[in-house]
């Protein structure tokens, strides 16, 4: 079946660090790849995703890279802020059906 | 565009009552998802519906757990009776149906305490 690892948390950085979240998956067939933001109080928001293999999806300064290879999703900016402080989630779907499979969240705490 | 509405936000009940939450999906959203997300984990599919037809309900602990959909458009989940494990936040989430893989919106999800 559909998993997702991801990096535990929490992770704290200063204002302005560079960011990596490592996320891993295991599926069948070629999936679709997500990442999603939890803020504070609020509701999940998709922040950027990739479909096929050596797609790049980025938003809001995030990036994330589709490696078949080494199945791996990872979530990077160059330059984090405190407004990026949230908990985000890696998460999976098959071709063909929109279940998604998340990992179990990394909280991201930015200092200034 | 109005989002995902659910309610209530909080509830706080005993084990063994019965609880129900209810979810107003984006108009136009054929398909809706209920999701459980247990402190420090992901949150896990329990049902989804596409229009008022139910499409997956494989994680769905049928024997405490209801959820239905009528007119395809408002869902409502049901638990009775409820345990201490259920213990959770209740996501609803609703997506277009356009043939290609569509974006899930989520609301503010409904925080359940059962003490």
């Known amino acids: 079946g559909n998993s997702v690892t991801q990096m535990e948390g929490p992770v704290t950085l200063s204002e302005e660090a560079f960011l990596t979240i490592n996320c891993t998956y295991t599926?069948?067939?070629?999936?679709?790849l997500f990442w999603y933001v939890q803020y504070p109080g609020e509701g999940l928001q998709l922040l950027l995703k990739?479909?096929?293999?050596?797609d790049k999806g980025s938003n809001k300064g995030f990036e994330a890279t589709y490696r078949k290879e080494t199945t791996s999703f990872h979530l990077e900016k160059g330059s984090v802020q405190v407004s990026d402080s949230a908990v985000y989630f890696c998460?999976?779907?098959?071709?063909?059906?929109?279940?998604?499979?998340f990992g179990t969240g990394t909280r991201l705490t930015i200092i200034p | 565009e109005a989002g995902v509405a659910q309610s209530p936000r909080y509830k706080i009940i005993e084990k063994r009552q019965s609880v129900a939450f209810w979810c107003n999906p984006i108009s136009g959203h054929a398909t809706l998802y209920w999701y459980q997300q247990i402190l420090g984990q992901g949150p896990k599919l329990l049902i989804q519906f596409q229009n008022n037809g139910v499409v997956d309900d494989s994680q769905l602990p049928k024997d405490r757990f209801s959820a239905e959909r009528l007119k395809g458009v408002d869902s409502t989940l049901k638990i009775q009776p409820a345990k201490l494990e259920d213990s959770a936040v209740y996501l609803c989430?609703?997506?277009?149906?356009?043939?290609?893989?569509?974006?899930?919106?989520f609301g503010p999800g409904t925080r359940l305490t059962v003490l």
């Open positions: 998460a999976l779907a098959n071709f063909g059906n929109e279940k998604l499979t």
């Open positions: 990739a479909t096929k293999a050596d």
């Open positions: 599926a069948t067939g070629y999936p679709s």
């Open positions: 989430a609703s997506s277009l149906d356009d043939g290609a893989y569509n974006e899930q919106f």
